[in-house]
């Protein structure tokens, strides 16, 4: 976009408002700049702790804001993901915004950031859902909201807009794809459970006191109560129909949930205390950053001992390999035709290529559900009876996943 790109993206997987924010950051790159893109991300995760804060003040008082900020903030997904480039952390923020606004009565602007939060990810979306509660029985500003969310939609993603056709196929598309699983997701539980079991790994038992504040604002039914439960519910409805069960798709769940413990204030200081827990798991997954990635040792190891220009097939989760030759193996996906032909050896060394770069983030979940995928299995099985030339699993100082290279002349 900043190198003459233009600002149509050409692809609609996702909206373009989180595109738009990290182009200018990328104007004196050269390449595509992953650092500037995570920083700006971890400015709209803290963000989204400020505005847990205003959303838990708006709607039950300090010891709510309390909570819900810190929940936000120590929540073990949310603080892993606020470090990568992904669009559910400007979600959450989008979300927590709207619903302040929403529960303190300003209905109007809680649609146009719902419209914004629904730029960052399509989920925004049900925002609609507590607009409508905030709303009940006042059409006008019902609709006002409504329009002002598809106006801020249309204003930060526009070339969905003159891109309608292709841009509804591609969100179908993902859409689709979450539904019918993931790589990895084949021997999982069903949603409900494997969504409550990701909440309970990034909250521990701070969960308990989220699942009664829900319960209790249900029973309450007063009109904040309803505001934040109609979105909790909504939103995890959708989320019960996908079978891919990614742990980030619940953060946007995370301020409501915050807020709502929040609104046991007699509880409040043992949430605060038992926020430890989910402290403690964030500190001890971060310790692996100071570790060396194990894809850095083998895209240093390539560079030094493989000759430029050589060709190789390397699988998706791995750095870019620039002066190489590159065939990039597909990931294999439940919803896909048929399996990548390129994952055979046979037809790699038609097409002279001699090397593959494979890792344990593709090869450990393919080969964890061989009945789903039996041409891939057999390829990785195949590559093992070749030379591996380079090998390094996590442990010691390295993190990451195994990664090994395998050389298989003609």
Known sequence: MVHGGGLDPHWFDYPSLLMYMLSPFQAWEEAPSYLAARLVVLVLALGAVVAAWWLGKRAYGLPAA???????????????????????????????ASLALLVSGRIEL????????????????????????????????????????????????????AHLGSAVSDAYHVQKLARQGWLGFEHDHVAPIAFVAQLWHGLG????????????????RRRTDLILASFVLVYFLDLCTLGAHFDRYLLPLLPPLGALAGRLRALAPVTLLLLVVPLTWSVRDARTLTKTDTRFVAHRWIETHLPHGARLAVDPSLPPF???????????LPEEDGPDPNRNLGRLRRRGIHYAVVTGAVADRVLAAREH??????????????????????????????????????
Not at 67 to 96: C, F, H, I, N, Q
């Open 205 to 220: 038992p701070a969960l308990l006191v989220c699942g009664l504040g829900l319960v209790v604002a249900l029973a309450s």
């Open 110 to 161: 809680g649609g146009l950031v719902a419209g914004l939060a629904t730029s960052f990810k399509y989920p925004g979306v049900f925002l609609l859902v507590p607009l409508a509660v905030a709303s009940y029985r006042q059409p006008r500003r019902l609709a006002a909201g409504v329009g002002l969310a598809a106006l801020a939609f249309c204003a930060t993603s526009p070339f969905f807009v």
């Open 322 to 332: 620039a002066g190489y030759r590159v065939l990039k193996l597909r990931l294999p």
């Open 66 to 96: 309390a909570v819900a900020a810190a929940l936000v903030a120590v929540e073990t997904t949310e603080v892993a993901y606020s470090r990568m480039a992904v669009t559910d952390v400007p979600l959450t923020l989008g979300v927590a």
């Open 373 to 410: 995928y039996p041409r891939e299995t057999a390829f990785y099985d195949a590559l093992r009876k070749t030379k591996r030339v380079f090998y390094r699993a996590p442990g010691g100082g390295y993190a990451g996943p195994w990664v090994a290279v395998y050389h298989f002349p003609s």
